[in-house]
């Protein structure tokens, strides 16, 4: 599958992406998941339920490390990933496509919740783990 | 606070070069994977897999009375076995606790090479220093040197192994200088080589010499290469140049702690510290009976052991770690882990622990959890190793 809206992404590494009015795709970055290497488990976030802004909303770990996922805007959760439950390792191989988490309804705006465009991430993740 | 200075291998540009992941473990930067854990983990059950151990600490016992020495410092004999062969043994303090694990090599009556954990070279070099100290003291002859930054350390582990080490060397069956060693009796061809016995080769083209062993850290056939620090880049490269051979991929730390776990061989901070005896590690068949060593005295004391080490399968795929807690089916605490890791073989999560209530008997423990970040997940003993040998399952 293919995410075609515009990425905003999250100093904690997370990505949303418009998919219709105000329902988004949210994931990790492919940052994110190289840094983590191999996927084994996620914990997905409950559906229909409210997160706020940095509120954390599931779980991953890889064979190395745990990390968490946090709302990148306040969100209501529409509906998850539920593939990730037997291959999480779409999350490493197409992370801002079938690798998605869940699909998420933006209770604030993405533009208005300081996010970052791709460019401006990337040169952020470049400069911080230079 | 890290405040300590991690230092290089002779690798490290390598390992950036191939893009590998860098993390520090143990003082030095070291790669954790290049692509995939998984990946190279498996590479090295069905094909070969090449590894920097360069961070690996060696030291050099030699003297009139080397041989006494080693067989009061490590608790194995020592001095018994052959010269070109490797024991593994321990290193004990004065009340049976483990200084570190470590394999010795016999050169000849008079010089030995132990080879420990990088983590613990200094403190293992300290301990030696001071008693060869004592030794000397009482007018022995020997003398202890750490020899690690003048030696890299490659190795090739899987069961295609032979398929790019064999057609690479020249023998050198020739008693004297093997590259940074000097060997005291004629090494035998590689080919003939089993577990546990080491030789010298010349490698073609780059007129490379090392010391080879049959040995390694994952449960596979291998071996273990020690060159000169210098010429270790131009080995690497050499071996991976030539790689299709045996279809060798590099592999990093991270593969090289799940294939030693599946192995159920023990690593020195998570089965193995000055806390926990030999008895209660299960290497009590590396405890000589037959002569004298530093801590055997504290050892007769220990009457059973204090904590039984155990090896489970999860049945969820959540990944235990080091020093989450074990609880019974009243999900009250019994230990803790030891080693947790998920088992690429396998597909599915695995781990060691500790069992430190006296009353539970680990063989008949059935229902019992880990207490991953507040989960309690069912956990099932299993009896090592997690793979089989040779081939992936």
């Known amino acids: ?130 | 606070m890290e405040t300590e200075i991690n230092k290089k291998t002779p690798l490290y540009d390598e390992h950036i070069k191939l893009g590998a992941k860098i993390v520090p473990f143990a003082g030095f930067l070291m790669p954790l994977y290049y692509k995939s854990i998984i990946e190279e983990h498996l590479n090295v059950r069905n094909n070969s897999g090449l590894f920097d151990i360069s961070h690996m600490g060696e030291i050099i016992i030699k003297g009139k009375d080397a041989g006494a020495f080693v067989d009061y410092v490590f608790t194995a004999d020592v001095s018994k076995i052959e010269p070109d062969e490797i024991i593994y043994s321990l290193i004990l303090n004065e009340k049976g606790g483990i200084i570190d694990d470590v394999t010795v090599f016999k050169f000849s009556e008079n010089e030995f090479m132990a080879v420990v954990n990088a983590a613990n070279t200094q403190k293992d070099f300290s301990w030696l220093h001071y008693q060869q100290s004592e030794f000397q003291k009482k007018g022995y002859d020997v003398d202890v040197s750490d020899v690690s930054e003048k030696i890299g350390l490659i190795s090739v582990q899987g069961p295609k192994s032979r398929d790019i080490i064999y057609p690479l060397v020249d023998e050198v069956i020739k008693i004297g200088r093997c590259g940074f060693f000097d060997l005291k009796y004629k090494p035998k061809p590689v080919t003939e080589l089993k577990h546990f016995e080491f030789s010298c080769v010349l490698f073609k083209d780059i007129n490379v010499e090392a010391l080879i062993s049959r040995s390694g850290y994952t449960g596979e056939f291998g071996f273990e290469i020690f060159a000169p620090a210098k010429e270790t880049k131009i080995l690497w490269d050499y071996l991976l140049k030539h790689g299709y051979l045996s279809n060798l991929i590099p592999v990093g730390l991270g593969a090289r702690d799940t294939l030693r776990f599946e192995a159920a061989l023990p690593l020195y901070g998570h089965e193995l510290d000055e806390t926990i005896n030999p008895y209660d590690a299960g290497l009590e068949k590396y405890l000589s009976g037959t002569k004298d060593f530093i801590g055997k005295a504290a050892l007769k004391n220990v009457k059973s052991k204090e904590k039984r080490l155990i090896f489970f399968k999860l049945s969820g795929k959540q990944i235990p770690r080091h020093a989450q807690r074990i609880l019974d089916e009243n999900l009250k605490p019994i230990g803790c882990i030891a080693s947790g890791t998920y088992s690429p073989s396998n597909k599915f999560p695995i781990g060691s622990a500790y069992i430190s209530d006296t009353n539970v008997n680990p063989s008949s423990l059935k229902n019992f959890f880990i207490d991953i970040r507040g989960n309690f997940e069912k956990a099932e003993v299993v009896n090592p190793p997690f793979h089989k040998k040779g081939k992936s399952t």
């Open chain 1, 1 to 130: 599958m293919t995410v075609n809206g515009q990425f905003y992404f999250s100093e904690s590494h997370e990505w949303i992406s418009k998919e219709a009015d105000n329902i988004f795709y949210l994931g990790i970055s492919d940052f994110a998941q190289s840094e983590l290497g191999d996927i084994i488990y996620i914990t997905l976030p409950d559906v229909g339920k409210t997160y706020q802004k940095g509120e954390k909303l599931g779980e991953i770990e890889s064979v190395k490390s745990v990390s968490e996922i946090y709302a990148p805007v306040a969100l209501k959760i529409i509906s998850v990933n539920s593939n990730l439950n037997d291959s999480s390792e779409l999350i490493n191989t197409d992370p801002y496509g079938s690798g998605y988490i869940a699909r998420v309804e933006a209770l604030v705006h993405p533009d208005e919740s300081g996010l970052m465009d791709k460019n401006t991430y990337e040169s952020f993740v470049s400069s911080s783990h230079a």
